[in-house]
């Protein structure tokens, strides 16, 4: 398929940008959607895409806000603009705003009382951080003398000083109705590239807090994030009538996600409270979401027999999270560290010989292991890529060559990479994510 017949749209990762951009790479995938990477930065994402309707923000855990591409700016005008101060380069990103693509699209043709709209400057250029709440503002003016040239009044919402980014949350857009009027402005500038768009789509954060801290069983010291439990899905291309598995599944917010993305769920644990709460939780999503011919069996198990208890080849994807380990009150010595690494390993070798039993042919495993932390500053992780390729499994490397549009700078380290490591400053083990797929 041609670029010029696909439509390009931006992404606003969450926290970690990489297990974001990995997360679409396997989404789109897994849809059959033909894709490139054209920039990514640690703030923003622009892929062309060539079915922009398949993208559904709330099946995705790491993207916060989607936008459609309305206007490319000279890299040499907006360096000139803001940079600068050069006031014709100034002018010729007025023109670009106030241009029917991205000014007149706002509100339609004749918006209720005095709408408000916003705009937030993202940026992959660090140059552009000192300048970016100036940036915001001559933008929202550009804007706002273009909706009152067309007759439409419209309010810009702006930002109380102490607020460190020029960004709009998205909870501030879905509040003030900014997608449905297309009235949030992102203004994302690259190294080499600049984009104006309007958002389209913004994650709801409310919809994985209920799924949170709303469902009926909660078992707060050993839980993962929904968010990353539903990029862990997306990594396993788990889609529509796919049977997924999930081993350790505790109370049940990996499967909770596996649901929600229309799969037939399995859990497993060895701990029958785990496995009486995560069939209440899953039995409330089902009500809550409406899931009429939703499919779900809990079972109470250990991992060692896994196969005996599911079946072999019964099962197309796995995401899971074993133990990780004990809450440790401090960061420990490397030698700590190692023999509690190596306490684990015979746990994760005997699930994955029982995953690769379960799995059908191309099957998918996607499995956490523990990245900690040590006082001398190198982690210590867990080797599990020798044992998978003995086993028969083969190593999904979290981004293809394909997937990056040939002049996307920087593509090269992104491709070498074997695993994606999700870990907070406050976190002593932090998650070091593998996915595999069975030979």
């Known amino acids: 398929m041609s670029r010029s017949s696909q439509a390009l749209r931006l992404f606003i990762p969450g926290k970690n940008w990489m297990l974001s951009l990995a997360e679409l790479a396997a989404y789109f995938q897994a849809r059959g959607v033909e894709v490139k990477a054209e920039v990514f930065s640690k703030a923003f994402f622009a892929i062309s895409v060539s079915n922009p309707d398949a993208i559904d923000v709330a099946g995705l855990g790491g993207t916060i806000k989607v936008g459609e591409v309305t206007a490319e700016l000279p890299k040499e005008a907006v360096r000139g603009a803001f940079l600068e101060g050069d006031k014709q380069a100034q002018a010729e990103i007025r023109d670009v705003l106030s241009s029917e693509a991205v000014a007149g699209r706002m509100f339609g043709d004749a918006p209720d009382g005095k709408p408000i709209f916003g705009v937030s400057v993202y940026w992959g250029d660090s140059d552009f951080r000192p300048v970016s709440k100036r940036v915001q503002r001559f933008v929202g003016s550009a804007v706002k003398k273009a909706l009152a040239a067309e007759g439409k009044k419209a309010n810009f919402m702006g930002f109380a000083k102490d607020r460190t980014y020029p960004q709009l949350s998205h909870v501030e857009v879905l509040k003030k109705n900014m997608v449905e009027n297309r009235a949030e402005v992102l203004f994302c500038i690259g190294k080499e590239r600049t984009f104006a768009a309007a958002t389209v789509a913004v994650h709801n954060p409310f919809e994985f807090q209920k799924r949170d801290v709303g469902k009926p069983s909660q078992r707060k010291i050993f839980a993962i994030p929904p968010r990353l439990a539903r990029i862990m899905v997306n990594l396993a291309s788990c889609t529509e009538g796919k049977v997924f598995l999930d081993p350790f599944c505790g109370v049940g917010t990996i499967l909770q996600e596996a649901l929600l993305a229309r799969a037939n769920v399995v859990g497993v644990d060895v701990n029958q409270w785990c496995v009486e709460a995560a069939r209440r939780n899953l039995a409330w999503l089902k009500g809550e979401y409406s899931l009429e011919n939703a499919e779900y069996r809990v079972l109470q198990g250990d991992v060692h027999k896994l196969s005996a208890k599911v079946g072999q080849e019964q099962v197309d994807c796995i995401a899971t999270e074993p133990d990780l380990g004990p809450a440790l009150r401090q960061v420990p010595t490397t030698s700590y560290a190692l023999r509690l690494v190596e306490r684990l390993e015979p746990l994760y070798h005997i699930f994955s010989e029982q995953a690769y039993r379960v799995l059908r042919s191309d099957g998918r495993l996607v499995v956490v292991s523990p990245y900690v932390k040590t ?28 997937f990056f549009a040939e002049e996307s700078v920087g593509s090269e380290k992104l491709t070498a990479m074997a695993s994606i490591v999700d870990v907070e400053e406050r976190h002593k083990i932090g998650r070091e994510i593998h996915v595999f797929q069975k030979r």
């Open 375 to 402: 006082r001398s500053g190198q982690p210590v992780t867990m080797r599990l890529e020798e044992k998978a390729m003995a086993l028969g499994f083969n190593r999904v490397q979290p981004f293809q060559k394909e």
